[in-house]
């Protein structure tokens, strides 16, 4: 979940994000990277802030991790697993992590 495309830390995340997707591409533990801009629309704000609970304007990057299969049958309410707060490591530093472990 990003807060727009001029969003320095959030183009950050992306790039690194694609990054992680194609170096776990073949490992067996391949990933689907999605990005979703809260700052585009009213739709998307109205989504990001009601549905997944991202507070305001000006936030941090979030990268949520979301089980494998089918995502009608998760609970409406689950918004996914906030995999680090981007407010205490910067994303290029947690995604080098989450590469090294998976």
Same mark, same amino acid.
């Given at each position: ?6 969003? %320095?830390?959030?183009? =950050?995340?992306?790039?690194? +994000?694609?990054? $992680? =997707? +194609? ?5 067996? +533990?391949?990933?689907?990277? #999605? ?8 739709? $998307? ?7 997944? %609970? !991202?507070? %305001? ?15 009608? =049958? ?5 918004? %996914?697993?906030?995999?680090?707060? +981007? ?7 947690? $995604?080098?992590? !989450?590469? #090294?472990?998976?």
């Amino acid at each position: 979940f990003m807060d727009g495309e001029t969003c %320095g830390p959030c183009r =950050s995340a992306k790039t690194n +994000a694609l990054r $992680l =997707s +194609a170096g776990l591409m073949g490992t067996g +533990a391949d990933a689907t990277v #999605s990005f979703l801009n809260c700052g585009r629309d009213t739709t $998307l704000r109205s989504f990001c802030t009601q549905d997944v %609970g !991202i507070e %305001g304007h000006g936030y941090a990057p979030q990268v949520r991790g979301y089980s494998a299969g089918d995502k009608e =049958s998760l609970s409406v309410d689950f918004a %996914g697993e906030l995999l680090y707060n +981007a407010n205490e490591v910067p994303p290029h530093a947690a $995604l080098r992590m !989450i590469e #090294s472990i998976v």
